[in-house]
């Protein structure tokens, strides 16, 4: 791994006046499992690596605040797995953040982080969407708060300012009974790159709130206002031609060794549909 | 268990220097200036050795031909091929020194496929003249092997049903957990190198002839492997080591990445053509079979491999007219060596896939046709070699018994079966020596490496049975040419029966020796003494611990008991594979599995694995073979190849692309038996095992996957996406007709 | 900065001070400087699990974890497993089931299952092939090593359930096991 600085600030201001100080030459270090992988293959070369963890003001706590539940910056994967709130209001999330990588994994990797990192196949990417995240970001101006989908540029991008980092996630509180489920297709069953991932979330309203990853370069969110999605009546045939529409702006890569376009395209249809019947049969479910 | 073992990387050395390799990012080049100035401004570096630093000619080696330069010299052949090397006193500041040596390149055009290899106008892969007198030398055919028996033409007309087919076997590699390690350092006038190798007596002669040393002037000390699975058989990096430790004067060490072993090892890819010829009733009458391998750039022992997988590629049956033509194709990829299976998996790929069309063809079931054909004990299956030297349908029975074969199965699952035949080593040499000591414990001497197969505990319980001490007083010695007697190497299944019957031997010979000691203190002759099991057996019925008998034969001064065995099975000159089979590796397999028609996904929801081990010495190190080979064919079956990219580049280099098993991609359901009926060369009857149930796993999955969809797959993987997409053209057919 | 950095830890219960590159992981830090070399280098990328050891009671994947970042941590690694020369009943039990082949692996199986037990005392199959998903062995004697983790779990006392973090993706509340 080629050399760098490594700072540990305890204060947010710092980890700004560091941000601000090196610019790009700065990286911040939060789980680590996806900064240290590009740090040893040489597709990231910080001067200097900012660890995140021991700043006061950030915290791994999965608290309600307000209407909203608040994923602190430093929360990981095996927290979302391990909170029994994430598994009852959230379940597409817990069963996103299951999928990411192994154990030791998750013991580290951020929900932040996966975010941050903006890779079309984060896993908990799509669950995030469907139920609506807003990312509170920390810069030199202080917080703002944004749509997780005004988020994503494309791979390895986002719209955090030079200097901003991101303090929270938050969803809001369901406002009543939902079903959602948490999809993916992987080339073996242990843990695994995917080269499809989905979240579906269907309201009593009828809206189906429908996002993907790794089928284009940045996660997708897809909203059915039309309630044939959410009809447990509905013919399939239907509910495919309604699925073929949202999913007409998919642009799966054609260079990736993972999987081809065309059986992508194929498998987020299947996802589509089943992630649908999921759903909707969770709603019936919950009460 | 503790984590004291200590394999290469794990040896304190505090004044090692650590090497780096230089590599081109591209398959084929031609290398022209190697600027090194700026690695040699790198603080801590001592050498940047190139191929001008080398001897003139550059020295190559290998275990069939000596193809294979210490570093590329004029063009690359592959990706990942060095073109030199860095030594410096810390890891960083070798990397590091690694990155600033400039190579000027052009990159050429690659053969990566048996089809651009094998085109009229495809340029050579290896110069002609490294292969003086070789008739093949103007194409990149290293070799063509033809065998058989009968008459494949003459018999065509007998033939009722012609069943052919061809199918193809993509790269895999061996993905040892332990990355590759070396060593080297100068000692004295010679020079020790250390390597988690196979065969280090094989090592010590590539190193003594590179160097031009005296075989004792060469000590190779190899640590058990952390994995080897064939990978760690042959000189790979040592004598570049071996190189940078004189040139510089220092021990060095080179710890290969990840990436850098699939740069290093694979399994041979193929593309096997068969067309059976059988009777209505299913006896079959003719098999035919071609098969292309692709192997890489340098021979290593691939042309080897290629040998022994065709040479019994028609399997385990009775078949009047065989006819087998197998080339080994060079190629600019990853020099392919032994793998688990060595050869055979391609063919059994090919062949067993072929029976189970053919069963569907003639209306017969898989296992009555397997069980219609199969060999029987004593029969001789392949003219002029051994015979069948197992009751191979008492595994496929119990195969099918396990998995209730004739069973119905539940709803939307699919059932396969295929048999596996591997011929054991056609020669070797072991020695062993065994010491037992004054207080009844025991040293055994056995240059076998233990990857992880257990040769070191079945050789301790061999000593600790006949000499009768507990298995932990007995310490047995490994790798160390200085200290252990020869052997010929670790392979083929061989350790439990060459080197077991020469420490089997060494024991009788101590025995012996006990023998003559009691006899001389009893005053009574050697031949009314017995001496077995640890048991002193006078003649007037008085039964002595040996212990005892040696501790008093041995007398004031003390003292041990040495014991030396020889194991020996001579090549036959005559034989197309130098020698007959010590004996064969036989498996039945058969699973259970279940595909998801929309997304390809094929869930194994059984697996039963039979090998025929004549006598399991360890039963559970039998299980752990079994299940353990059983699960590594899963790998290449469902998930595992190499990706290249239009230059011949690896695209999947490391574990996050180059897909292995997990505890999550267990079948739901494994079982493993073992058929036992004494009837091996071994010790106690046992035969070499632990490649066997590797074989026969992808027919038997693909003839499930066709169970359970109807469609045959003539390729590996049988990932979700190939799966998928052979769905989707059967429905498309299904929609034209 | 890159100069070295000094940092403290306790490791297999002792307090240990060293002085680590910031560019060094904990593997290195664990191998090179403190010369546990039972924790092993395989894969780089936190695909392999052969360089698990325990932080602050949690499993990682030491390669992936700056030697600087464990500052005040406790760490265990497979030098621990074992005390006062007795093997741990884990360690004990993958003896019994001749779980080791080829041994690479089982450090870092040995701590992942370790991981695994303190958290769910009596895990079932489908918790083990979770909590043990990280580590490959390519022997893979998995089957003896999934028996060798129940055997352990069996010799140790009945515990109060507790709703398991790790493992069972079917244990979440309402959730089958998403098709994939």
Same mark, same amino acid.
């Given at each position: 791994m080629r050399p760098f600085a490594y700072e540990r600030p305890t204060a947010l201001r710092d980890v700004v006046g560091l941000l601000g100080e090196h610019g790009s030459g700065a990286r911040l270090l939060a789980g680590g499992t996806d900064l240290i992988i590009r740090l040893r293959d040489g597709s990231l070369r910080p001067d200097v690596v900012v660890?995140?963890? =021991?700043?006061?003001?950030?915290d791994g706590e999965i608290r309600e605040a307000g209407a909203r539940v608040r994923f602190g910056a430093l929360t990981t994967m095996t927290d979302i797995v391990a909170s029994a709130r994430v598994r009852r209001d959230y379940p597409a999330l817990a069963e996103a953040a299951l999928f990411v990588g192994s154990v030791q994994i998750r013991n580290r990797a951020t929900l932040a982080g996966n975010m941050c990192n903006a890779?079309?196949?984060?896993?908990t990417a799509p669950a995030l969407l469907v139920y609506g995240a807003e990312i509170v970001a920390r810069g030199p101006g202080g917080s703002r708060r944004l749509p997780l989908d005004a988020f994503?540029? =494309?791979?390895?991008?986002?719209?955090?300012?030079?200097?901003e980092l991101v303090e929270a996630i938050e969803l809001p509180v369901p406002d009543g009974p939902r079903g959602s489920v948490h999809l993916r297709r992987t =080339?073996? =069953?242990?843990?695994d790159l995917a080269s499809v991932t989905m979240a579906v979330s269907v309201g009593r309203d009828g809206r189906t709130r429908l996002a993907y990853g790794s089928v284009g370069p940045r996660p997708v969110v897809v909203v059915d206002d039309s309630g044939t999605l959410a009809d447990?009546?509905?013919?399939e045939d239907a509910k495919r031609e309604r699925l073929d529409t949202l999913f007409a702006d998919a642009r799966p890569s054609p260079?990736?060794?993972?999987?081809?376009p065309e059986y992508r395209l194929a498998m987020l249809r299947v996802l589509g549909l089943r992630g649908v019947t999921t759903a909707v049969d969770r709603l019936a479910g919950a009460r | 268990m503790t984590g004291s073992q200590g394999y290469v990387a794990d040896l304190?050395?505090?004044d090692v220097l650590h090497v780096k390799l230089v590599a081109l990012d591209v398959a084929r080049a031609r290398i022209g200036r190697i600027e090194t100035s700026g690695a040699l401004a790198?603080? $801590?570096?001592l050498a940047v050795l190139t191929?001008?630093?080398?001897p003139d000619p550059m020295p190559r080696f290998g275990p069939?031909?000596?193809?294979? &330069?210490v570093l590329a010299v004029g063009?690359?052949?592959?990706? $990942?091929?060095?073109v030199a090397a860095v030594a410096a006193e810390t890891l960083d500041a070798a990397e590091e020194a690694a990155a600033q040596v400039r190579v000027a390149f052009e990159e050429l055009p690659a053969l990566h496929s048996i089809e651009a290899a094998l085109a009229a106008d495809a340029s050579l892969v290896q110069d002609p003249s490294l292969r &003086?007198?070789?008739?093949?030398?103007?194409?990149?055919?290293?070799h063509d092997h033809h065998y058989g028996w009968g008459d494949v033409e003459a018999a065509a007309g007998d033939a009722e049903v012609v069943v052919e087919g061809r199918y193809d076997f993509p790269m895999v590699t061996?993905?040892?957990?332990?990355?590759h390690a070396f060593m080297a350092a100068p000692d004295g006038d010679g020079i020790v190198v250390w390597s988690a190798i196979q065969h280090p007596y094989w090592l010590q002669r590539v190193v003594a002839d590179l160097l031009a @040393?005296?075989?004792?002037k060469v000590r190779v000390i190899a640590p058990?492997?952390?994995?080897?699975?064939?990978?760690?058989q042959h000189a790979k990096y040592e004598p570049l080591l071996a190189f940078l430790a004189r040139a510089t004067g220092r021990r060095v060490r080179l710890v290969l990445t990840l990436e850098e072993t699939f740069q290093a090892v694979r399994r041979g890819a193929s593309s096997v053509h068969v067309r059976s010829g059988f009777r209505r009733?299913?006896? @079959?009458v003719f098999r035919d079979i071609e098969a292309d391998y692709l192997i890489g750039a340098y021979a290593d022992i691939a042309d080897r491999t290629v040998a022994k997988g065709s040479y019994?590629?028609?399997?385990?049956y009775r078949v009047p007219n065989v006819r087998i033509h197998a080339r080994s194709v060079l190629s600019h990829t990853v020099p392919s060596t032994a793998f688990r299976g060595f050869g055979n998996p391609q063919q059994i790929w090919a062949v067993e896939s072929n029976m189970n069309e053919a069963a569907e063809q003639l209306g017969i079931d898989p296992l009555d046709l397997r069980l219609r054909n199969l060999a029987g004990p $004593?029969?001789?299956?392949?003219?002029?070699?051994?015979?069948?030297?197992?009751?191979w349908a008492q595994a496929v029975g119990r195969a099918a018994e396990l998995i209730d074969w004739g069973g119905p199965r539940p709803a939307g699952r699919g059932r396969g079966i295929a048999v596996g035949l591997k011929s054991g080593p056609t020669t070797g040499l072991s020695y062993a020596t065994v010491r037992l000591l004054v207080d009844g414990s025991v040293v055994v001497n056995a240059?076998?490496?233990?990857? *992880?197969?257990g040769a070191r505990t079945i050789f301790a319980q061999i000593a600790a049975d006949e000499l009768?001490?507990?298995?932990?007083?007995v310490t047995v010695v490994m790798g160390d040419t200085a200290v252990v007697p020869y052997d010929?190497?670790? #392979?083929? #299944?061989?350790s439990s029966v060459l080197m077991g019957n020469a420490v089997l031997a060494a024991c009788r010979d101590v025995q012996s020796k006990v023998r003559a000691m009691a006899a001389s203190a009893e005053g009574v002759?050697?031949?009314?003494i017995v001496v077995d099991r640890g048991e002193v057996r006078l003649p007037d019925g008085r039964i002595l611990p040996i212990r005892d008998a040696v501790a008093r034969g041995l007398g004031r001064l003390g003292g041990e008991v040495m014991g030396i065995g020889e194991s020996r099975k001579e090549a036959e000159p005559d034989h197309p594979l130098g020698g007959t089979s010590a004996f064969y590796e036989f498996n039945c397999t058969a699973v259970e599995v279940e595909v998801?028609?929309?997304?390809?996904d094929v869930a194994l929801t059984r697996h039963v694995t039979v090998s025929?081990?004549?006598?399991?010495?360890h039963p559970g190190q039998v299980r752990g073979q079994d299940e353990g080979a059983a699960i590594m064919g899963l790998g290449h079956t469902l998930m595992e190849h190499y990706i290249l990219d239009e230059g011949g580049?690896?695209?999947? @280099? *490391?574990a996050i692309d180059y897909r292995i098993p997990t505890?999550?991609?267990?079948?739901?359901r494994m079982e493993s038996d073992a058929i036992e009926n004494?009837? *091996?060369? $071994?010790?106690?009857?046992a035969k070499g095992m632990s490649e066997g149930a590797l074989l026969p796993v992808s027919p038997a999955v693909a003839a499930a996957v066709h169970d359970a969809t109807g469609v045959w797959i003539?390729? @590996?993987?049988?990932?979700p996406e190939r799966v998928w997409h052979a769905l989707q053209e059967a429905t498309a057919e299904a929609a034209d007709r | 900065m890159t100069e070295p950095l000094p940092i403290e830890l306790t490791v297999n219960g002792r307090d240990r001070r060293v002085e680590v590159l910031p560019h060094h992981t904990l593997l290195q830090a664990l191998r090179e400087?403190?010369?546990?070399? !039972?924790?092993k280098e395989c %894969?780089?990328?936190?695909? %392999? !699990?052969? %360089?698990t050891v325990l932080v602050d009671g949690r499993s990682v994947?030491?390669?992936?974890?700056?030697?600087?970042?464990?500052?005040?941590s406790v760490v265990l690694t497979v030098? !621990?497993?074992?005390t006062g020369g007795e093997l741990s009943p884990l360690q004990q039990a993958f003896l019994d089931t001749s779980a080791?082949?080829? !041994?690479?692996c089982i450090p870092g199986q040995l701590l992942s299952a370790q991981a695994l037990l303190a958290e769910v005392?009596?895990?079932t199959r489908a918790q083990i092939e979770e909590g043990l998903a990280g580590n490959l062995c390519r022997c893979a004697g998995y089957e003896q090593i999934i028996e060798a983790v129940r055997a352990a779990a069996a010799g140790a006392a009945e515990a109060p359930a507790i709703p398991p973090a790790v493992g069972d993706r079917a244990a979440i509340p309402d959730a089958t096991v998403a098709p994939q």
């Open positions: 660890d995140v963890k =021991r700043v006061a003001e950030l890779s079309p196949a984060a896993d994503f540029v =494309r791979s390895g991008e986002t719209t955090l300012n030079p200097g =080339r073996r =069953r242990g843990h447990p009546a509905a013919p260079t990736s060794m993972r999987a081809s | 304190p050395h505090d790198v603080p $801590g570096v191929p001008a630093d080398l069939q031909r000596r193809d294979r &330069p063009e690359t052949k592959y990706h $990942g091929e060095p &003086p007198g070789d008739p093949c030398a103007a194409t990149n055919i290293l061996q993905f040892a957990i332990e990355p @040393l005296p075989l004792s058990d492997p952390g994995g080897a699975f064939g990978g760690k009733d299913g006896t @079959l019994t590629s028609n399997g385990p $004593g029969e001789a299956f392949i003219p002029h070699d051994t015979s069948a030297d197992g009751d240059g076998t490496s233990d990857m *992880g197969q009768g001490a507990p298995v932990d007083w010929q190497q670790t #392979s083929a #299944s061989r002759d050697q031949a009314a998801d028609r929309e997304t390809g025929d081990v004549g006598k399991a010495l580049r690896i695209r999947n @280099l *490391g505890t999550m991609d267990l079948p739901a004494a009837d *091996g060369p $071994g010790p106690y009857g003539r390729d @590996l993987p049988l990932s | 400087d403190l010369g546990l070399t !039972g924790t %894969c780089l990328v936190g695909e %392999c !699990g052969a %360089c994947d030491s390669c992936l974890m700056l030697a600087a970042e464990a500052d005040g030098e !621990g497993l074992a080791a082949q080829c !041994g690479f005392p009596h895990p």
